[in-house]
């Protein structure tokens, strides 16, 4: 079962049904779902996923999916989930417009980390991110996440595969 994480901001906790207009919302806004999977889908699309995260995602505990809130508000979406892509557990996060440049980012991911080393006591954890996407691609750099790979999509485009290792013990964590 999805478990509620917190962070010095935000918290992370299973959705509710009221967090549908929200959810979609923040994935029709291009500036986010442009980097979200293959990109904008339609509302119906969205709506539907909305609906799977109950009926699959929770019902089934395939993998823990968060609505992420600060001071109460929905204001992105994180998960962590095993993806063949990576062949290993990889995180996801989005953050709507009017929460980037305060950290918060750095600081939703770095938790959805930390639940992969700690609670789910994995050794590594990966992210996939477009070569375009400059301000995650920095973000994660920041975190330790170092680039592995590269993924050449059927449109031709790059997605870069980074990694996170758990550090050796007495090795610092990334600053």
Same mark, same amino acid.
């Given at each position: 079962?999805?478990?509620?994480?917190?962070?010095?901001?935000?918290?992370?906790?299973?959705? %509710?049904?009221?967090?549908?207009?929200?959810?979609?919302?923040?994935?029709?806004?291009?500036?986010? *779902?442009?980097?979200?999977?293959?990109? &904008? *889908?339609?509302?119906? #699309?969205?709506?539907?996923?909305? !609906?799977?995260?109950?009926?699959?995602?929770?019902?089934?505990?395939?993998? +823990?999916?968060?609505? %992420?809130?600060?001071?109460?508000?929905?204001?992105?979406?994180?998960?962590?989930?095993?993806? #063949?892509?990576?062949?290993?557990?990889?995180? %996801?996060?989005?953050?709507? &417009?009017?929460?980037?440049?305060? !950290?918060? !980012?750095?600081?939703? @991911?770095?938790?959805?980390?930390?639940?992969?080393?700690?609670?789910?006591?994995?050794?590594? %954890?990966?992210?996939?991110?477009?070569? *375009?996407?400059?301000?995650?691609?920095?973000?994660? +750099?920041?975190?330790?996440?170092?680039?592995?790979?590269?993924?050449?999509?059927?449109?031709?485009?790059?997605?870069?595969?980074?990694?996170?290792?758990?550090?050796? @013990?007495?090795?610092? *964590? &990334?600053?």
């Amino acid at each position: 079962m999805t478990p509620t994480l917190r962070t010095r901001r935000l918290l992370l906790e299973r959705y %509710v049904p009221e967090d549908e207009d929200g959810f979609v919302a923040l994935f029709q806004d291009t500036r986010v *779902s442009r980097w979200m999977g293959d990109g &904008p *889908s339609s509302e119906a #699309d969205d709506r539907a996923l909305f !609906g799977r995260i109950f009926t699959k995602v929770y019902a089934k505990e395939l993998f +823990d999916v968060w609505a %992420v809130r600060r001071d109460g508000r929905l204001v992105g979406h994180a998960e962590i989930k095993r993806t #063949d892509a990576v062949d290993g557990f990889e995180i %996801v996060y989005a953050l709507a &417009p009017e929460a980037w440049g305060a !950290g918060l !980012g750095r600081e939703l @991911a770095e938790g959805i980390v930390a639940h992969g080393f700690g609670t789910l006591g994995l050794t590594e %954890v990966h992210a996939t991110v477009a070569a *375009s996407n400059t301000a995650s691609l920095a973000l994660l +750099d920041r975190i330790g996440f170092e680039h592995v790979r590269d993924i050449t999509e059927d449109d031709g485009s790059t997605t870069h595969v980074l990694t996170r290792r758990l550090p050796a @013990a007495g090795t610092p *964590s &990334p600053a």
